[in-house]
C-alpha cells in the first residue's frame, strides 16, 4: 500500500491511523474467514457473516487512500513545475512496492510449499500452486488470477490488491500529466461511473461474485473517489467546508456509515441464494435483467467508499472532531509499517496454524479459545515480522526512495519566482 515518508513534502499524519485501521479490517475478515468456528449457533453465525466478514471493505479503505494520496502529491508536483516527472515517479513507486512484494511472492511460492506436502485435508490456510497462474502475479496481475481461477492461494494471494495498485500507477501519472486540470473533476467522476456500469453489465457470463472483487474496472471507482477528493482539496471552499465540520454533522455521518457497514449483508441482500446466485451469473448474456441484489453489487461501493473519503477529510482539515487517530502513536506508528502488515499477515497466520498443528491441536476443526489464540499469536508475528522487515529490509529501498524524491524537480520545469 501507498507510504507517504516524513520527510516528503507534503504529510498527513492521521492517515497513518487509518492505514493501520484499513489493515486490521482486512485482518478480521480473513482470521474469521480462515479459521472461523463452526457452530450451529445462529447469533454466532450472524456476527461472523453479516459483521466481522465487513473487514474486507479495509481493502477498499485502501484504494481509496492510494488515490487519494497518491493524485493529491501528483497535482502538487504537477503545480509547482508545470509537468510531472513520471520516470522520477515509476521509480520511487518500485522501490517501495517491488522489493517486499517479490520477497513475500518469493516466499509464498519456494518456501511455503515445503511444509504443505504433508498437510491434513481441510488445513484452514488455503495454499495451493498448481491451480494458480504464477506468470500473472510475476507481471503485478494476481488479481486476474482470482478472476479466472478464485482462490487457491490465500499466502500469496492477498497480493491481488497490490496489483492493481500497480496498474493504477502504471497509467495514472500519464493521465495527469496529459488531462488538463479544469477536467480532472469530470474525468473521475465518469471513471466512478463506468466502474459502476462494468460492475452492473460487464461481466457476462463471468463468475460476478470474484469479477466483482477482484476485477481492476471493479475496484476503479475506489481509486478514483479517492482522486475526485484530491482534485478538489485544491479547492479553499472545499477544505473550509470540511475545516469547520459541526461535531453533530460528523457524529451523524460516522453514525450513517457504519450503520450501512453493518447492515451491507443483511439489508442489502448481498448473500444470495444458491439459485438466485446461479440465475445471476449470466444474467446479461440469457436475457435476465439485473436483480435488485445486483444493483446494489454495483452501486454500494460508491458509498462506502464515498463515506471512507469523508473519513479522510474530516481527519485531515475538521477543526473539531471527536477525535485524531493520529493521537493514538501506536497506530500511527503501526499504519507506517502497514504495507508489510498486509504483505505479511496470511504468512504468519499460516506459520501459527502450521506449529499449532505440530503441536497437536486440530486445526481443521477448532474450537473458540484455539481460534483465539492463533488470532491473538498471527496478530503479534505479523507484527514483528514488518518491523524487522520495514527496519532491516525496507528501508534501503526507502533510502533510495528519498533521494530520489530530494531532486525531483523535473528537467525544464517551470520555475517560480
Not at 479459521?35 to 477498499?60: A, C, M, Q
Not at 508489510?340 to 497466520?349: K, N, P, V
Request: hydrophobic share 50%; with cysteine.
Amino acid at each position: 500500500m501507498t507510504d507517504l515518508n516524513k520527510q516528503n513534502a507534503t504529510y498527513f499524519p492521521n492517515l497513518d491511523g487509518l492505514r493501520f485501521i484499513a489493515f486490521l479490517l482486512v485482518f478480521v475478515n480473513h482470521v474469521v474467514a480462515c479459521l472461523g468456528h463452526k457452530t450451529v449457533n445462529p447469533l454466532i453465525n450472524k456476527i461472523k457473516t453479516d459483521y466481522l466478514l465487513n473487514g474486507d471493505l479495509g481493502v477498499n479503505f485502501f484504494f481509496v487512500l492510494s488515490g487519494f494520496l497518491i493524485t493529491y502529491l501528483l497535482l502538487k508536483e504537477k503545480e509547482k513545475h508545470a509537468t510531472i516527472n513520471v520516470r522520477s515517479f515509476y521509480l520511487r513507486r518500485v522501490l517501495r512496492i517491488w522489493p517486499l512484494y517479490f520477497l513475500v511472492l518469493f516466499i509464498g511460492l519456494a518456501i511455503i510449499p515445503l511444509f504443505t506436502t504433508a498437510l491434513p485435508a481441510g488445513f484452514p490456510i488455503s495454499n495451493s500452486t498448481t491451480i494458480m497462474n504464477k506468470n500473472l502475479y510475476m507481471f503485478f496481475l494476481g488479481n486476474f488470477d482470482y478472476v479466472k481461477n478464485g482462490i487457491s492461494n490465500a499466502i500469496v494471494g492477498v497480493l491481488w490488491s497490490v496489483s492493481i495498485e500497480e496498474q493504477f500507477y502504471l497509467f495514472w501519472p500519464l493521465l495527469l500529466l496529459i488531462i488538463p486540470r479544469k477536467h480532472l473533476t469530470k474525468l473521475f467522476i465518469a471513471l466512478i461511473a463506468f466502474s459502476i456500469y462494468y460492475r452492473l453489465f460487464g461481466m457476462a457470463g463471468k463468475t460476478q461474485n470474484l469479477m466483482q472483487h477482484y476485477h481492476t474496472f471493479s475496484c476503479l471507482s475506489d481509486l478514483a473517489m479517492g482522486a475526485l477528493f484530491a482534485k478538489l482539496c485544491g479547492s479553499e471552499k472545499f477544505i473550509d467546508f470540511f475545516r469547520k465540520l459541526n461535531p453533530i454533522v460528523i457524529i451523524l455521518v460516522y453514525l450513517t456509515g457504519f450503520t450501512l457497514i453493518a447492515l451491507r449483508m443483511d439489508f442489502f441482500h448481498l448473500e444470495l441464494t444458491q439459485n438466485e446466485y446461479l440465475k445471476q451469473i449470466n444474467f446479461h448474456s440469457n436475457g435476465i435483467k439485473p436483480r435488485p441484489q445486483q444493483y446494489w453489487r454495483s452501486f454500494m461501493p460508491v458509498v462506502y467508499s464515498l463515506f471512507f473519503a469523508f473519513v479522510m477529510m474530516e481527519q485531515i482539515f475538521a477543526e473539531r472532531s471527536i477525535f485524531k487517530i493520529g493521537k493514538i502513536k501506536l497506530f500511527t506508528y503501526l499504519g507506517k509499517i502497514s504495507y508489510g502488515l498486509y504483505c505479511f499477515h496470511m504468512i504468519a497466520l499460516f506459520i501459527v496454524v502450521y506449529v499449532m498443528m505440530k503441536l497437536g491441536y486440530s486445526v481443521t476443526v477448532p474450537d473458540k479459545k484455539l481460534i483465539f489464540i492463533e488470532a491473538i499469536t498471527a496478530f503479534g508475528l505479523t507484527i514483528l515480522i514488518s518491523i524487522v522487515s520495514y527496519n532491516y529490509f525496507e528501508k534501503k529501498f526507502l533510502l533510495l526512495k528519498t533521494k530520489i524524491a530530494a531532486n525531483l524537480v523535473p528537467k525544464g520545469s517551470k520555475k517560480k519566482n
